[in-house]
């Protein structure tokens, strides 16, 4: 292992910490990737994120291959699948953020009524179409919603954003994460107008 890729290993595992301790995250929910010599590193299967080591982290070539004693994510496809298809993409964060898994049970994406529509690249935030966990179908339909965007929703399951480095895609989870109390009050006070009105 290459001075580089230990440090990008330890980046992971600061990020899947940090996902806990923001808020954004709890238990082993949630996982984090990062492009490496033509594959990616990504969090292990079932490992709390206090116990991970840089050993445990798991690489996959870009085939679905992977190596090493521990699993990968059960979510590995949709992170293999975008360094597949945007090679601007070196680090993806998946999480079911409360915020954005209560406003992805509504099937809609968000409309640019708000500029933090912008973090996600593009006028609107789209949903991906509900698909079941871990499944060629999920992966298919959120490539789908990530068209000329770094970040989308899942319908009735959470948010995933990538970007050129682990902090930035952390970092838009984390703007997100802030934004989304706004939409939330405004989402009460105009008694779900903006979500129910036709699209
Ligand atoms: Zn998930």
Redo the contacts with the bound molecule.
């Keep these: 292992m290459t001075t580089a890729e230990n440090q990008l290993r330890r980046e992971i595992i600061e990020t899947a910490r940090a996902l806990q301790s923001t808020g954004l995250t709890h238990g082993t ?3 984090v990737s990062a492009r490496c010599n033509n594959g990616m590193l990504i969090t292990p299967s079932g490992v709390p994120y206090e116990d991970l080591e840089v050993e445990k982290i798991v690489f996959m070539d870009l085939e679905g291959g992977y190596y090493g004693d521990f699993l990968p994510s059960s ?1 590995w496809r949709m992170h293999l699948d975008i360094y597949r298809t945007y090679e601007a993409a070196e680090a993806v964060v ?3 953020s409360p915020r954005a898994t209560a406003l992805s049970t509504h099937n809609r994406g968000i409309p640019a009524f708000h500029y933090m529509v912008a973090v996600a690249g593009g006028d609107e935030i789209k949903c991906a179409d509900y698909a079941t ?1 871990g499944t060629k179908a999920l992966s298919d339909a959120m490539i789908a919603a990530l068209e000329d965007r770094r970040a989308c929703l ?1 319908a009735h ?2 948010q995933i954003a990538y970007g050129p480095s682990l902090n930035k895609a952390f970092g838009s989870q984390v703007k997100w994460k802030h934004w989304l109390i706004n939409i939330f009050l405004r989402w009460f006070w105009e008694n779900l107008r903006l979500f129910l009105q036709p699209r």
Aim: aromatic letters at 10%; glycine letters at 18%.
């Design positions: 929910s949630g996982n979510e998946h999480c079911h966990f899942l399951h959470g």
